[in-house]
């Protein structure tokens, strides 16, 4: 019973792992049709989004499962509920992307985005990607050195999003209130998404060392 | 033993209770500050959030320690993993609340609203009242028929944040861009604030009864 319960342990946290993973794939694929107006790309992670809900209810079943059965404590016990509350984030993560795909959607075959701030967008869509690749690993590695990364990145994306606000607030935004308005929401989730990614990279240390990461 | 073990799930409901009943009130001092740039109140709902976040780590806390001493199965299980998880959300609702006081405080002394969109706000502000209260009373009341309610709540939310957008994108926006810009980001902290109540009301009646609520 014990080699079962320690294979539904890991396969539990290789769920998380995937779940992170695919998160990235979807800011990654989001970020390419929210540059390039691409609807199919669009289309794609808003339909696949219904996979990660469905990992995220599958693995709060398996957790719940593994309580109700095995009455795990310690270590184990913190690695099942950490399990539980990651996999909300992670999905929210790919939740965050279906937002920016549902903007470019609405939008097409419009760009969402004035050429001028494709730079932004470029840059916080490849910070996501390594978000969700870090939180990914970390899952698996238990590495707080991964997770400073993860820190790293979220600083970064913050960086970005205040300099975002600020060009739309006060310079002389000459593209029109519409699209200052997808800008801001759009920069949001990158924003959001990035602070999610944080929160499983701390549970993670956390659970692994007993000390959250420190702040960079 | 078990008196005792009672006695602290029903204190993690209540706590959970008391959480979402502060999250409804910063909304609604968050709402008054932003319709009459009340910078005293900004600060209030500022200030108090750190009390919110402790209650959480607090009751993840309680909630972990219970797992871990008492073993508890089946019905007392499913509710001390759902508290873990709408602790979470109450806080998130109380970051929302935070979110609108911290635009209050940067835009002050000047409103961060035109008055034409005022009755958005008051409107959206009462409803994230309502359901900081809902969510109040369902978690300890586990009543289908309120948490019914946060459902109707949640859909009258998401109308008006629709057409807010729909005012920003579409019509003649005299106000500015600045402006667009910070009533957008207002407007989806409210939504978000009530997907959050929403959340916990499915969670509480599926505990209780094994079923989601109905979508209405």
Redesign the interface.
């Known amino acids: 019973m014990c080699t079962a319960f320690n294979e539904q342990l890991d396969s539990l946290t290789e769920t998380l792992s995937q779940m992170c993973g695919l998160a990235g794939l979807a800011m990654e694929r989001a970020t390419q049709a929210l540059l390039q107006a691409d609807l199919a790309s669009a289309e794609k992670v808003i339909g696949d989004h219904e996979h990660l809900a469905r990992m995220q209810t599958d693995a709060e079943d398996a957790a719940?499962v593994l309580?109700?059965l095995q009455?795990p404590?310690?270590a184990d016990?913190?690695i099942i509920?950490g399990s539980?509350?990651n996999v909300?984030d992670a999905e929210r993560m790919g939740g965050l992307a279906r937002h920016v795909a549902q903007i470019v959607r609405r939008r097409h075959p419009e760009r969402p985005l004035p050429t001028e701030v494709d730079g932004y967008f470029a840059e916080m869509g490849g910070i996501a990607v390594d978000l969700g690749n870090s939180a990914r690993d970390v899952v698996l590695s238990r590495d707080p050195e991964r997770a400073l990364q993860i820190s790293r990145d979220d600083v970064a994306m913050n960086e970005l999003h205040q300099r975002l606000?600020t060009l739309?607030?006060?310079k002389d935004?000459p593209h029109g209130?519409?699209s200052?308005?997808?800008v801001?929401?759009l920069g949001?989730f990158y924003e959001r998404f990035a602070d999610h990614a944080v929160e499983i990279g701390r549970r993670v240390i956390f659970q692994a060392t007993g000390k959250v990461p420190d702040d960079v």
Chains 1, 2 share one sequence.
């Open positions: 719940f309580l109700a009455a404590v310690a016990l913190r509920v539980m509350q909300a606000l739309l607030r006060e935004w209130v519409a200052a308005v997808d801001a929401l949001r």
